[in-house]
């Protein structure tokens, strides 16, 4: 493994960082968190014509042909940014496909996820727990499905929904079918809305090889949750770090003080190692499959929990401007809640890593 981005991976990077710099996103974010817009339309448009859903899909079929290593690079610079996109239902629902599908399915489907023409999303969890192939109970009976899902990311108007089946399979529901309802849940990250969907005998395309998708799937939602993870964390110690440089209180900058000096210290040696973390998954993932599961997990385990807890700090380090509605430090800290619940908490992905080291 080279423990470096190479030229590609950097230009990468460069590109969508300034993708989501545009002087406008920042109007556009706000604009989500107040109500005023369900997401970036525009962000969303500039990233599907980039190709950044295409990047792990093979080239016949209209990708990029590259692995998950550079979509977690992107995963890094939306969460930095604190993105309002549907990233993530999208980027899984394509993964799904393209490890799950037969040719026919992969040919019918991939080419328009990866330009961005059909919109996805996942619906896997049936309670707060039941993240994973083993929790699923939804029985695809007569090719049809009935149930619900809850805490399904970016579900307002997917043309796909990636459904997760009784005996860890995958099904694909389109948005067309019939005795199909999407209803907004609650949800604290307001840059990532959440619904629940009821299937009542609704229509599915059971994917040829689901079962092993499934658990590929999984994998990939812990390492671009834990790259979205380290992204914001960072971003949060970078503004933390120059609010402190420019606060003055009795006469002098915050960072002049001994005590912020450490905290800030200290956050920055809690975040810095996790960016490895996610690169070992990413590359493991690919290159390394019998250490894929064990690394996403903990990935996204450690990272999340780091996330939150520096959001928590670097929240109080801006004093009481920190917890007002009109500075952004909300908008993180509620990304990292994100990150720490979707897909399982940290203890129980430290269980079934601990699980499959045989511990």
Avoid at 3 to 29: K, Y
Avoid at 234 to 259: C, I, K, P, W
Avoid at 308 to 326: D, K, P, Q
């Amino acid at each position: 493994m080279n423990f470096r981005l190479n030229e590609e991976q950097r230009q990468l990077q460069h590109a969508i960082r300034r993708i989501v710099g545009d002087p406008d996103r920042h109007r556009q974010r706000r604009a989500v968190v107040d109500g005023a817009a369900n997401y970036d339309t525009t962000l969303w448009c500039e990233l599907c014509e980039f190709g950044t859903f295409g990047i792990v899909v093979p080239e016949d079929l209209g990708g990029s042909g590259l692995k998950l290593v550079e979509l977690a690079l992107v995963a890094e610079v939306l969460g930095a940014a604190g993105a309002p996109v549907p990233f993530l239902g999208q980027a899984l629902a394509t993964i799904a496909v393209l490890h799950g599908g037969d040719d026919d399915q992969r040919a019918r489907w991939l080419p328009g996820l990866a330009s961005g023409r059909i919109s996805a999303t996942v619906a896997l969890s049936e309670d707060a727990d039941s993240w994973g192939p083993a929790d699923w109970r939804i029985a695809a009976a007569d090719e049809h499905i009935t149930g619900r899902k809850i805490n399904v990311p970016s579900c307002e108007h997917p043309y796909l929904l990636i459904v997760g089946l009784e005996g860890g399979g995958l099904g694909v529901v389109e948005s067309t079918a019939p005795g199909l309802q999407i209803n907004a849940m609650d949800g604290i990250d307001l840059t990532r809305p959440l619904s629940s969907v009821e299937f009542d005998r609704t229509p599915v395309v059971v994917l040829t090889h689901g079962q092993a998708a499934a658990r590929r799937m999984m994998d990939a939602a812990c390492v671009l949750l834990a790259a979205d993870a380290f992204g914001g964390a960072s971003r949060l110690l970078e503004m933390t770090r120059d609010y402190a440089l420019t606060r003055e209180t009795f006469g002098a900058v915050l960072a002049e003080r001994q005590a912020i000096k450490h905290q800030l210290a200290n956050v920055a040696l809690e975040v810095e190692p996790t960016r490895g973390l996610f690169w070992f998954a990413a590359y493991a993932f690919d290159d390394w499959t019998e250490r894929a599961s064990e690394a996403a997990l903990l990935a996204k385990a450690l990272t999340s929990e780091v996330y939150l807890e520096s959001a928590r700090m670097c929240t109080e380090l801006h004093g009481g401007i920190g917890f007002t509605w009109e500075f952004d430090a909300h908008i993180w800290l509620k990304r990292a809640m994100f990150d720490f619940a979707w897909g399982a908490t940290p203890d129980h992905l430290f269980g079934r890593a601990a699980d499959l080291a045989e511990w």
